[in-house]
């Protein structure tokens, strides 16, 4: 261990934790971080999962953040679709909202007639959710974010999931939800939100104040781990050497490195 991390490597580790146990498996980050902790979990706990650029190739290799790699395969976007009817895919996914019921919102704030902002629609969201393993990041942990009740429904939770039918049940999988204070599961009672680590330096009732609904709270919290110094130098000096990641997860001022 290193007391030489930063809250941004502690979010990539635990990022990358999230896909550790995926085996051979689609991995599908979408954005910084998610590259990022996909990336570190190929190159430590699970060398097996498969990678694309984001746009049309399978890589080869591990490249940092921007670099650029050998291409493995083609995988245009038409064909992403033959992989998430397929399943054999784990994509992580941003949130402008999510609520008590593991519900994702990247559609639009406020009422579906008139929202107050318009956000990029539900893009692949619930085909994603009734598909695949799905994760989710959240960089700014708030109230604004963690709501009791999304105002639309992009990504399906489990009770949605359920009422839906066997169809979109049987492989809805929300696995984890990092975001900047925690990492959280839905194993809370009826499939709600619950917490299951906080990140060094940030405590239970942080988490609880920045949350707006009732979060499911252990009598046990764990803290989350700390990146290993083999993590370290992965992240530092083969991943991320420009330092990208903090660009989504600065340090709080004053937060010692």
């Known amino acids: 261990m290193s007391d030489d991390y930063t809250r941004a490597d502690v979010c990539a580790a635990a990022i990358a934790d999230a896909f550790k146990d995926d085996g051979e498996i689609f991995a599908s980050p979408m954005g910084l971080l998610p590259t990022l902790g996909v990336r570190l979990a190929r190159l430590t706990s699970n060398p097996d999962l498969v990678?694309?650029?984001?746009?049309?190739?399978?890589?080869?290799?591990?490249?940092?953040?921007?670099?650029?790699d050998v291409v493995e395969g083609w995988i245009p976007f038409r064909r992403v679709f033959d992989v998430v009817a397929y399943g054999k895919r784990h994509v992580m996914m941003g949130a402008t909202q999510v609520d008590r019921h593991g519900n994702q919102n990247i559609s639009a704030i406020g009422d579906w007639a008139q929202p107050k902002r318009q956000l990029l629609g539900v893009r692949g969201a619930p085909g994603n959710t009734v598909n695949n393993r799905t994760s989710y990041w959240?960089?700014?942990?708030?109230?604004r974010v963690f709501v009791e009740e999304v105002d639309v429904v992009s990504g399906v939770g489990p009770a949605r999931a359920r009422a839906a039918g066997p169809a979109a049940a049987r492989f809805n999988d929300i696995h984890r939800i990092v975001s900047n204070l925690g990492v959280f599961d839905v194993g809370g009672p009826d499939d709600t939100v619950r917490l299951l680590s906080v990140h060094p330096g940030v405590s239970v009732d942080d988490v609880v104040e920045a949350t707006g609904f009732a979060l499911e709270v252990p009598d046990d919290v764990a803290t989350t781990r700390e990146p290993t110094y083999a993590e370290l130098v992965i992240i530092r000096e083969v991943l991320d050497p420009k330092g990208l990641r903090f660009k989504e997860v600065p340090e709080p001022e004053g937060a010692a490195r």
């Open 51 to 68: 990678i694309s650029d984001g746009e049309s190739v399978f890589l080869g290799g591990t490249p940092p953040l921007g670099g650029k």
């Open 138 to 143: 959240v960089p700014k942990h708030s109230p």
